[in-house]
C-alpha cells in the first residue's frame, strides 16, 4: 500500500480538482500531477484509487486538453491497457477519458489510438474486450467525429461483422456505434447508410422470447399491461434476467431516429422502407422501446415538416412520389397501429400517441377526417381515466386542439356529446394547466357546433342547442373569479368571446351581465389586451350582438389605450374601433368619436407604418359612418400629421393604400375647409410656395398618387387640374420640383383616366425628355408610359415609333416597361408582335442599362403569350452576341414569380437552357445566368431542383478567385487592383445562400461547407455573405458545422484580430468594424450548436474574445441583441 498513500495527497482534493476553474488550472504543477495519475493508472493494484486517478485524468483532459499535449503519448500508453481490465468500471472510465483525449490531442497520438483499435477488432480475441473497443470507438466518434471519419472505411466493415454475432450485448454496442458515426461524421457514413438501416430494421424487430401473430401479440401485450399496472421501466431495467434483446431493439429504434433527422434528402426511401417498420413496432412489449420507437417517428415527421415549401409544390404532388403523398397514404396503417395504444394503461405509451397524432397533423393538416371516430373515444378514455396525470391530460387536450382546428367542423359533429362532459370537466379541474389547455378546446368546439361560416359542411344540420349551457356555465365560471392563474383568465375571456361571437344569440339572458364582466376586465391592467381582442370578435359577429349597453364605457377607454406605450394594444384597439363604427355606427355618439380623435394625432407618424395604416383605416371608415365628425379634421392636428406622413420617404405598400382610401373618403364627404381644392393645396402646396424642395422623390410619388386618387373621387375637377399641371410643365419658370410633381401627377391621373383629349400633352411629355434634371427626365418616362396605359390605342403606337426614330430611347424604353408592366393582358396583346420586333432590336445595346429595361420588357411580355414567344427566347441563346444572350438570360429572370403562372409548365421543359449559359465563356453573360438561378431559385425552386445535380458544380466553380480576372490599373501616382471576378463570385455566393433555404434537402453539405470556407477569405462583401450563411448553417445543419468548426474558428478569428492601417481612410475602419461585427454575429450562432465550445480551438478562440475588451464589447452586444430578438419573436401579441 507504499504507492497508494504516497498517490492519497493527489487523490484527497480530487473533488475540488474536478472544478478547478480553468484559467486557474495552469498554475497547478501539471506536470507532476500528469506523471503521477499515469503511474496511478498503468501500475496501481488498488482499483478504487486507480478509479479516482481516471477520474481526474478524463476531467483534467476535458477542461484543458491542449496545456497537456506534451503529456498525451504518455497518457495514451497508460491508458490503452486498461481497455482489457478485468473490471468493466475501469473500461468504463478508461473510455471516458480517451473520449476527452482525442478532443485535444495530435494526428500522430490520434493515428496511434485508432489503429490500435482496428487491430485489436480485427483480432477479435476475447468478446468481451470487443465489447469494450466497439463502446471505445463510438465515443471517440461522439466526441471527435470530423477525426474519425476518414477511418470509417476500416471501422464500419468490422462493425458490420459483430451484429451478426450472436451476443446481444455486443449487437447493442454495435448500433449505438452506428448511431455516433450517423451523427457525428455524415458524410463519411453515408455510403453506408443503407446498410445501416436494414441492419436496424432487422434488429428493431428482434425479439426471440416472443412469437406469436400479431393481433395475439396486440392482446398479450394489453393483457401484461393489465397484470403489472404500475410497472414503469427505466433506462437501465429489462424485462428478465435471460432477455438482452429489448437493448437491441432499443439501440435499433435510436439509430433509425439519428438517420432520419439527419438525412433528410433520403426522405422518399425513408417512407418506403423506414415507416411502416417503425409503424408496426408501436406494439413493441417494453414500454421504454416503444418510446424511443415512438421519438424515431416523430424525427420522421419533424423532418418532413420544413421540406412542405417544396414538397407541396403541385407539380411534385403530381409525380405521386413526394415524402407528402407518401405520408398520406401510410395514415391508415398509422391511425390502425395508434388507436389500440390509446387504450393502453401505459401514460408514457399515450403521451407519445398524443405527441405523435400532434406532429402528423401539423405536417399533413385535414388528414384525420375520416379516422375521427376511431380516435376520439381514445382522446376521452384520457381525459376521464382517473389515474391519468396532469401532463397527460395536457397532451390529450392539446392533441384534440390541434385536431380540431386543423379538421373540418362536420367531422366532429357525431361526437360532440362524448366529447362536451369531459372537456367541461377539465375546465373545472384544479391544476390550472388543464383548465387552461381545456378553455382552448372549449373554444374550438364553440366554433365546431356552430361555424359562422354559411359554407361550412353540415352547419345547418347540427343543433348546438343542447351544449351552450354547460359550454357557457364552465366557461363563466372561470371568467368570474379572480384568484385564477393569469394564462387562465385570459383564455377564459377569449374563450367567452367566442362564445358570445357564435352563440350569443342563444344567450339573451346571460348576455348583459357577460358583457358588463368584458367591460370590468377592459379596465383591468392585466387583461385588457385580451378583452380588446374578444370585443373586435364579438363586435365583428354576423349575429349583430347587441353591444349597445356597453358602448358608452367601452370606446372612452379604449380611447385611452391608444395613448398606452404598448404596441400590440394600440394595434387591437384601432381593429376593435374600427370595427364597432362599421357595425354599431348608430350607436357610436360624436362624444364618442371626439375622445377616439383627440388621440389620433401622435398615432400617424413615420415610426411606425403600421400603427399609422390603421389609423387611417379607422379614419376612413369614420369619413363614411360619421361624416359630421370629420368637420373638426380642419385645420387640426390630424391634417398636419397626414401631411408630414404623406412627405415621408418610408410612405408605401399598406400604410399608402390605407392613405389613398382615406383622401378618397374624406374628399367624398364634402366637409368645409376639406373639399377637393383645399386638400389639392395642402398637398401640392409646399412645392408650389419655392420653399426648399423636398428631399426625397417618394415624398413627389405619394403626393402624385394622392392627388390622382383625389381626382378620381372628383372626376369633374379632373379636367382643369390636368391642364394646370401640363401648363406646369410647359412654364419655364417652374422649378424642377414643380415639374417632377406635375409630370407624376399627370402620371397618376392619365393611369385611371384616358387623357387623349389633352392635344398638347405628348408634345410636353416629350419636350421634358430634354430637362437637365434626371429626376424630371425619369419622371416624364414614368408619365408617358403611365398615361398610355389608361388609352393604349391612343399612345402605345406613339411611344413605338417614337422609340423607333428617336434618340431618347433609353426613356422611351422605361415609359414601354410601365405600359407592359401595368397594362391588361387583352389591352396588350393585339400589339405583342411589334412591341417584339422592337425589343429584339435593341437587345444587343452596348449599355448594359438599355439592354436591362429591354430584358424586362421581353420577360413581361413573355408572360402575355408564353407558347408562342418562350421558345423565341430561348432560340436567342444560340446568337453570337454576348449582349444578346446576357438580354434573354435576364428576361427570363422577369418570367418567375412566387405566384403560380401558365408559363410555369413550359419554363420548367426549358429552363436548363438558359441556365447551360453558366458555361459561357462571356463574363457578363454567367454573371446574368446565375442572377436568373438566384431568382428562380428564391421565387420558385420546383423549377431548378431536378437541375442542381448539373448546375451546382458550376455555380461552385464560380466561387473561386481567379487570378487571371485580377488587373492592376494605375490612378495617377498609385496603383489599384480591380477584380474583375467579384461581381461574379458574389452572384454565386448569393445562389449559395438562397439555396440554404429553398434547396437544402439535394446539397452536399461538405462540399457546400468547402466553398464557404474559402469565402470566409475572401473580399470584404463576401465575406459578409459567407457570415450570414454560417449563422444560418448552424441552425439547419449544426451536425455537419460541427465536423468542420475548426477549420471555421481560424478564418473568423483572422478577421476579428485584423487591424486596419493607422493611416488608412474613415471608410476603411467602418468596413472593419462591420467585418468584426458580422464575424462576431457568426461566432454567437456557431456557439448555439450543442458541444461545439469543446472544441479546443473555439475554446482558446473564445478566451481571446473574453481577454480583448474591444471584441468583448462587440460580442456581449451581439448576445444581448440575439436574446431580445428571441423575446420580441414570442411576442404572440
Known amino acids: 500500500m507504499q504507492f497508494s498513500l504516497q498517490i492519497l495527497p493527489l487523490l484527497i482534493p480530487h473533488v475540488g480538482l474536478l472544478h478547478v476553474n480553468c484559467y486557474l488550472l495552469p498554475t497547478i504543477n501539471t506536470v507532476k500531477i500528469t506523471g503521477r495519475l499515469t503511474s496511478a493508472i498503468a501500475k496501481q493494484e488498488d482499483v478504487s484509487v486507480q478509479l479516482e486517478a481516471l477520474d481526474i485524468m478524463a476531467d483534467m483532459l476535458c477542461r484543458q486538453g491542449g496545456l497537456l499535449v506534451n503529456f498525451h503519448p504518455s497518457i495514451l500508453s497508460c491508458l490503452l491497457p486498461q481497455l482489457t481490465s478485468p473490471r468493466l468500471a475501469v473500461r468504463k472510465r478508461t473510455i471516458m477519458a480517451l473520449g476527452h483525449l482525442v478532443m485535444s490531442c495530435g494526428n500522430l497520438v490520434f493515428i496511434d489510438l485508432i489503429e490500435h483499435l482496428l487491430t485489436e477488432l480485427g483480432r477479435n480475441d476475447n468478446m468481451s474486450t470487443t465489447r469494450t473497443y466497439i463502446q471505445c470507438t463510438a465515443a471517440i466518434s461522439r ?413 372612452p377607454i379604449l380611447a385611452s389605450f391608444l395613448r398606452k406605450n404598448q404596441r400590440a394594444l394600440k394595434l387591437c384597439t384601432l381593429a376593435a374601433l374600427d370595427i364597432l363604427l362599421r357595425n354599431y355606427n348608430s350607436a357610436v355618439t360624436p362624444v364618442m368619436v371626439d375622445a377616439v380623435l383627440a388621440e389620433l394625432p401622435p398615432l400617424i407618424s413615420e415610426s411606425d407604418m403600421h400603427v399609422s395604416q390603421m389609423a387611417l383605416s379607422f379614419l376612413s371608415t369614420l369619413a363614411v359612418t360619421h361624416p359630421s365628425s370629420l368637420s373638426q379634421l380642419s385645420g387640426g392636428n390630424i391634417m398636419q400629421q397626414l401631411i408630414a406622413l404623406v412627405r415621408s420617404p418610408l410612405l408605401q405598400g399598406g400604410a399608402l393604400a390605407a392613405m389613398l382610401d382615406f383622401y378618397q373618403a374624406l374628399v367624398s364627404t364634402d366637409t368645409p375647409g376639406l373639399g377637393y381644392m383645399d386638400l389639392l393645396r395642402m398637398l401640392t402646396g409646399p412645392v408650389y410656395s419655392q420653399s426648399a424642395a423636398l428631399p426625397h422623390k417618394q415624398a413627389y410619388c405619394s403626393i402624385a398618387k394622392c392627388v390622382a386618387a383625389l381626382t378620381r373621387a372628383c372626376p369633374t375637377e379632373g379636367p382643369a387640374v390636368v391642364g394646370q399641371f401640363i401648363q406646369d410643365v410647359k412654364n419655364s419658370r417652374s422649378t424642377d420640383s414643380i415639374r417632377l410633381l406635375a409630370l407624376l401627377s399627370l402620371g397618376e391621373v392619365g393611369h385611371h383616366v384616358d387623357l387623349s383629349s389633352q392635344p398638347e400633352l405628348k408634345t410636353v411629355i416629350l419636350d421634358a425628355f430634354s430637362s437637365s434634371s434626371e429626376e424630371v427626365k425619369s419622371a416624364a418616362s414614368y408619365a408617358l408610359g403611365s398615361i398610355a396605359v389608361g388609352n393604349l390605342p391612343e399612345y402605345l403606337p406613339f411611344v413605338l415609333q417614337e422609340i423607333s426614330s428617336s434618340k431618347r430611347q433609353y426613356l422611351l424604353l422605361h415609359s414601354l416597361k410601365e405600359i407592359i408592366s401595368s397594362a391588361s393582358v387583352s389591352g396588350l396583346k393585339p400589339y405583342v408582335e411589334s412591341v417584339w420586333s422592337l425589343l429584339l432590336k435593341h437587345c444587343e445595346c452596348q449599355e448594359e442599362g438599355t439592354r436591362n429595361v429591354v430584358a424586362e420588357c421581353l420577360g413581361k411580355l413573355t408572360l402575355i403569350d408564353p407558347e408562342t414567344l418562350l421558345p423565341r427566347l430561348k432560340g436567342y441563346l444560340l446568337s453570337g452576341s454576348s449582349y444578346a444572350r446576357s438580354s434573354v438570360v435576364t428576361a427570363v429572370k422577369f418570367t418567375i414569380s412566387d405566384q403560380p403562372q401558365p408559363i410555369d409548365p413550359l419554363l420548367k421543359n426549358c429552363i436548363g437552357d438558359f441556365l447551360k449559359t453558366l458555361e459561357d465563356p462571356d463574363l457578363n453573360v454567367r454573371r446574368v445566368a446565375l442572377v436568373t438561378f438566384n431568382s428562380a431559385a428564391h421565387n420558385k425552386p420546383s423549377l431548378i431542383r431536378e437541375l442542381l445535380d448539373s448546375v451546382l458544380p458550376q455555380l461552385y466553380n464560380e466561387t473561386k478567385v481567379r487570378k487571371e480576372l485580377i488587373r492592376e490599373v494605375e490612378m495617377g501616382p498609385f496603383k489599384h487592383t480591380v477584380d474583375d471576378g467579384l461581381d461574379l463570385r458574389k452572384a454565386a455566393f448569393e445562389c449559395m445562400y438562397t439555396l440554404l433555404d429553398s434547396c437544402l434537402d439535394r446539397i452536399d453539405i461538405f462540399t457546400f461547407l468547402n466553398h464557404v470556407e474559402d469565402g470566409l477569405k475572401d473580399h470584404y462583401d463576401i465575406k459578409m455573405l459567407t457570415f450570414l450563411m454560417l449563422a444560418r448553417l448552424s441552425s439547419l445543419c449544426p451536425s455537419a458545422v460541427l465536423q468542420r468548426l475548426d477549420r471555421l474558428v481560424e478564418p473568423l478569428r483572422a478577421t476579428c484580430t485584423t487591424k486596419v492601417k493607422a493611416n488608412s481612410v474613415k471608410q476603411e475602419f467602418e468596413k472593419q468594424d462591420e467585418l468584426k461585427r458580422s464575424a462576431m454575429r457568426a461566432v454567437v450562432a456557431l456557439l448555439t450548436i450543442p458541444e461545439a465550445e469543446k472544441s479546443p480551438l473555439m475554446s482558446e478562440f473564445q478566451s481571446q474574445i473574453s481577454s480583448n475588451q474591444e471584441l468583448a464589447a462587440i460580442f456581449d452586444s451581439i448576445q444581448r441583441d440575439s436574446s431580445s430578438a428571441n423575446m420580441e419573436s414570442m411576442d404572440t401579441s
Not at 422502407?273 to 421519438?295: G, Y
Not at 400532434?358 to 379516422?371: F, K, R, W, Y
Not at 391519468?388 to 395536457?394: A, T
Open 143 to 555: 466526441q471527435a467525429g470530423h477525426r474519425i471519419g476518414e477511418y470509417l472505411e476500416k471501422i464500419i466493415p468490422l462493425v458490420v461483422k459483430f451484429c451478426n454475432v450472436d451476443d446481444d450485448e455486443l449487437r447493442e454496442y454495435c448500433i449505438q456505434a452506428f448511431e455516433s458515426f450517423v451523427r457525428r461524421c455524415p458524410k463519411e457514413v453515408y455510403p453506408h447508410v443503407p446498410t445501416v438501416i436494414s441492419i436496424c430494421l432487422r434488429y428493431l424487430t428482434y425479439d426471440p422470447n416472443y412469437n406469436f401473430d400479431d393481433e395475439d401479440e396486440d392482446d398479450n401485450a394489453m393483457d401484461a399491461e393489465q397484470n403489472d399496472e404500475d410497472y414503469q421501466g427505466s433506462d437501465d431495467e429489462y424485462s428478465d434476467d435471460d432477455d438482452m434483446s429489448w437493448k437491441v431493439r432499443r439501440a435499433a429504434a435510436k439509430c433509425l431516429d439519428a438517420v432520419v433527422s439527419t438525412r433528410h434528402e433520403m426522405l422518399p426511401e425513408f417512407y418506403r422502407s423506414v415507416s411502416p417498420a417503425l409503424v408496426c413496432r408501436f406494439k413493441e412489449r417494453e414500454e421504454n422501446v416503444k418510446a424511443d420507437v415512438f421519438h424515431a417517428y416523430l424525427s420522421l415527421l419533424k423532418q418532413t415538416r420544413p421540406a412542405q415549401s417544396w414538397l407541396a409544390d403541385p407539380d411534385a404532388m403530381e409525380q405521386g412520389d413526394t415524402p407528402l403523398t407518401m405520408l398520406q397514404s401510410q395514415v391508415p396503417m398509422i391511425v390502425k397501429a395508434l388507436h389500440k395504444q390509446l387504450k393502453e394503461k401505459s401514460v408514457k405509451t399515450r403521451q407519445c400517441c398524443f405527441n405523435m397524432l400532434t406532429e402528423l397533423v401539423n405536417v399533413l393538416p385535414g388528414a384525420l377526417t375520416q379516422h375521427i371516430p376511431v380516435l376520439i373515444p381514445g382522446i376521452i378514455f384520457s381525459l376521464n381515466d382517473k389515474s391519468s396525470s396532469s401532463n397527460l391530460k395536457i397532451d390529450a387536450l392539446a392533441c384534440l386542439h390541434v385536431i380540431m382546428v386543423t379538421h373540418p367542423a362536420h367531422a366532429f359533429h357525431a361526437h360532440v356529446p362524448a366529447l362536451v362532459p369531459p372537456v367541461v370537466a377539465c375546465v373545472g379541474d384544479p391544476f390550472y394547466k388543464i383548465t387552461s389547455e381545456a378553455l382552448l378546446v372549449t373554444q374550438q368546439l364553440v366554433k365546431v357546433i356552430r361555424p359562422l361560416d354559411s359554407q361550412s359542411e353540415g352547419s345547418d344540420s347540427f343543433d348546438p342547442s343542447p351544449y351552450i349551457n354547460d359550454l357557457f356555465t364552465c366557461t363563466i365560471r372561470r371568467l368570474k373569479a379572480a384568484d385564477i392563474d393569469q394564462e387562465v383568465k385570459e383564455r377564459a375571456i377569449s374563450c367567452m368571446g367566442q362564445i358570445i361571437c357564435n352563440l350569443g344569440d342563444r344567450l339573451p339572458a346571460e348576455l348583459p351581465g357577460t358583457l358588463l364582466i368584458f367591460l370590468e376586465r377592459l379596465k383591468n391592467e392585466i387583461t385588457r389586451l385580451t378583452t380588446v381582442k374578444a370585443l373586435t370578435l364579438i363586435a365583428g359577429s354576423p349575429l349583430k350582438i347587441d353591444l349597445r349597453p356597453v358602448l358608452p364605457d367601452a370606446v
